[in-house]
């Protein structure tokens, strides 16, 4: 949000940005110094922590989302009516993220045009969006079997979609309510943003524009600026050892903010790492301290680091994480090969993306046993592979990886996709077309 928030504003000089944050949101980010370098027209405003702690979100996240959805609407709409005194209400956007279900008809009852923020890949929304086209699957076909079938032949441009994604996305019967929900109002709003580009998943927005009643404005890679070196690490421990290591030599490990991997998966993950015998550098959270002496002179377990400059060090020569949407674009805008394991939702279509579509890495779930686990055989086996510049997979991952780079740098630049997609949006904007009208209500 902060991300697409910095390039609206550096778009047009025009624009002031009110971020709507929680109480405990803004002492997080006044925590890492966000507050002081926004720029002057960006803007944090609070509500009540009326939702659970982030610390603890991803111990019930329907049950985190559902508190999103019936405690934070009321408290947003108050803010929205003291900013309406503040400036012209016709002067008013609302960018709110596709799942908070309250934003359309908050907007709507004050004539205040609403545009989604969709923050996960297009191919996934394309999924969602066409729910009621999904098959039925049952119980008949194995996992395996569904596995190899795609929803490409019920929805064009869903290749990296399984059958045996819609059988485990259905049986999360609170999540898929509220996505229901969020996708019954998406078509009311006035128009959706994609932190995707047009490059990366041509074939979903070809049919998004086609299906969707209002205009989509891909305007990603929406991530901070990427370096073009590491020479900007500012963790002098993190620059020192990355910088010890020979280019392209080691593996950065991380499993994102929140998701959690039970001890006896982080155990097999750790041995085999080592096994390897690949340098790694391991982001592991509150497990950190526990790894490093296991970590021996192989690799460094550190709490947090700034990825995507570690991503742009020389030394990174692949990525083994979660697949999480953020850590994709930037793992695509390093230009760095990744070794998929998804854990839960759009990381599974993800890291078929990564694996089969875009072919820049390979999918670890492919390897997972009966009871889910992947072996230290197995994620030794993989890191060797991904590591390995003198194999033709090795080679053909690392063309496509520096390929797609090149293509999320394009897009942003004057004249490239993203950038005319954007200027076409605020232009949108200006002239007044995401217009509010009763059918919105």
């Given at each position: 949000?902060?991300?697409?928030?910095?390039?609206?504003?550096?778009?047009?000089?025009?624009l002031t940005?009110?971020?709507?944050?929680?109480?405990?949101?803004?002492?997080?980010?006044?925590?890492?110094?966000?507050?002081?370098?926004?720029?002057?027209?960006?803007?944090?405003?609070?509500?009540?922590?009326?939702?659970?702690?982030?610390?603890?979100?991803?111990?019930?996240?329907?049950?985190?989302?559902?508190?999103?959805?019936?405690?934070?609407g009321?408290?947003?709409?108050?803010?929205?009516?003291?900013?309406?005194?503040?400036?012209?209400?016709?002067?008013?956007?609302?960018?709110a993220?596709?799942?908070?279900?309250?934003?359309?008809?908050?907007?709507?009852?004050?004539?205040?045009?609403?545009?989604?923020?969709?923050?996960?890949?297009?191919?996934?929304?394309?999924?969602?969006?066409?729910?009621?086209?999904?098959?039925?699957?049952?119980?008949?076909?194995?996992?395996?079997?569904?596995?190899?079938?795609?929803?490409?032949?019920?929805?064009?441009?869903?290749?990296?979609?399984?059958?045996?994604?819609?059988?485990?996305?259905?049986?999360?019967?609170?999540a898929?309510?509220?996505?229901?929900?969020?996708?019954?109002?998406?078509?009311?709003?006035?128009?959706?943003?994609?932190?995707?580009?047009?490059?990366?998943?041509?074939?979903?927005?070809?049919?998004?524009?086609?299906?969707?009643?209002?205009?989509?404005?891909?305007?990603?890679?929406?991530?901070?600026?990427m370096?073009?070196?590491?020479?900007?690490?500012?963790?002098e421990?993190?620059?020192?050892?990355?910088?010890?290591?020979?280019?392209?030599?080691?593996?950065?490990?991380?499993?994102?903010?929140?998701?959690?991997?039970?001890?006896?998966?982080?155990?097999?993950?750790?041995?085999?790492?080592l096994?390897?015998?690949?340098?790694?550098?391991?982001?592991?959270?509150?497990?950190?301290?526990?790894?490093?002496?296991?970590?021996?002179?192989?690799?460094?377990?550190?709490?947090?680091?700034?990825q995507?400059?570690?991503?742009?060090?020389?030394?990174?020569?692949?990525?083994?994480?979660?697949?999480?949407?953020?850590?994709?674009?930037?793992?695509?805008?390093?230009?760095?090969?990744?070794?998929?394991?998804?854990?839960?939702?759009?990381?599974?279509?993800?890291?078929?993306?990564?694996?089969?579509?875009?072919?820049?890495?390979?999918?670890?779930?492919?390897?997972?046993?009966?009871?889910?686990?992947?072996?230290?055989?197995?994620?030794?086996?993989?890191?060797?592979?991904?590591?390995?510049?003198?194999?033709?997979?090795?080679?053909?991952?690392?063309?496509?990886?520096?390929?797609?780079?090149?293509?999320?740098?394009?897009?942003?630049?004057?004249?490239?996709?993203?950038?005319?997609?954007?200027?076409?949006?605020?232009?949108?904007?200006?002239?007044?077309?995401?217009?509010?009208?009763?059918?919105?209500?």
């Open positions: 949000m902060l991300a697409v928030c910095r390039l609206l504003a550096a778009a047009d000089s025009a940005v009110t971020i709507v944050v929680t109480e405990e949101w803004h002492g997080l980010l006044a925590s890492d110094g966000v507050p002081p370098t926004l720029p002057d027209r960006i803007r944090l405003a609070t509500i009540p922590n009326v939702i659970p702690s982030e610390h603890c979100r991803w111990a019930d996240m329907a049950g985190f989302y559902e508190a999103v959805r019936d405690k934070m009321e408290h947003v709409e108050r803010l929205l009516d003291r900013l309406a005194l503040e400036r012209r209400p016709e002067s008013l956007v609302i960018v993220d596709t799942f908070l279900t309250w934003a359309v008809p908050a907007g709507a009852r004050r004539g205040v045009p609403v545009c989604s923020l969709w923050t996960q890949p297009a191919t996934f929304f394309l999924a969602l969006y066409h729910m009621d086209l999904w098959p039925p699957v049952n119980g008949q076909e194995s996992d395996q079997e569904l596995s190899t079938k795609s929803l490409e032949q019920y929805v064009p441009g869903l290749s990296s979609v399984r059958l045996s994604d819609l059988k485990l996305f259905s049986a999360m019967e609170r898929m309510k509220i996505v229901a929900e969020a996708f019954a109002n998406l078509g009311k709003a006035q128009c959706v943003l994609f932190t995707s580009f047009l490059e990366l998943e041509p074939r979903a927005f070809n049919t998004i524009t086609e299906s969707l009643p209002c205009p989509a404005y891909p305007i990603g890679p929406s991530i901070a600026r370096p073009l070196n590491g020479d900007k690490i500012g963790d421990e993190h620059r020192v050892w990355l910088d010890g290591q020979p280019e392209n030599s080691v593996l950065y490990v991380s499993f994102g903010s929140y998701v959690s991997m039970p001890p006896s998966q982080l155990e097999e993950l750790a041995a085999g790492l096994d390897s015998g690949v340098m790694f550098f391991w982001v592991a959270r509150d497990k950190a301290a526990g790894l490093r002496q296991a970590c021996g002179d192989r690799g460094l377990a550190v709490p947090w680091c700034e995507l400059e570690v991503l742009c060090h020389p030394s990174v020569g692949g990525f083994l994480s979660h697949c999480g949407w953020n850590s994709v674009l930037e793992a695509v805008c390093a230009g760095v090969p990744m070794l998929a394991f998804p854990v839960v939702w759009d990381q599974l279509v993800n890291a078929r993306m990564v694996a089969d579509e875009w072919k820049v890495g390979m999918d670890l779930t492919r390897q997972r046993s009966d009871d889910g686990t992947v072996s230290r055989a197995a994620i030794s086996a993989a890191v060797t592979k991904l590591m390995d510049f003198d194999s033709g997979v090795g080679r053909e991952m690392r063309t496509r990886a520096a390929e797609l780079r090149e293509d999320s740098r394009r897009a942003v630049q004057e004249g490239g996709s993203s950038h005319r997609s954007l200027t076409s949006f605020l232009q949108d904007l200006v002239e007044g077309k995401p217009e509010v009208t009763e059918t919105s209500l």
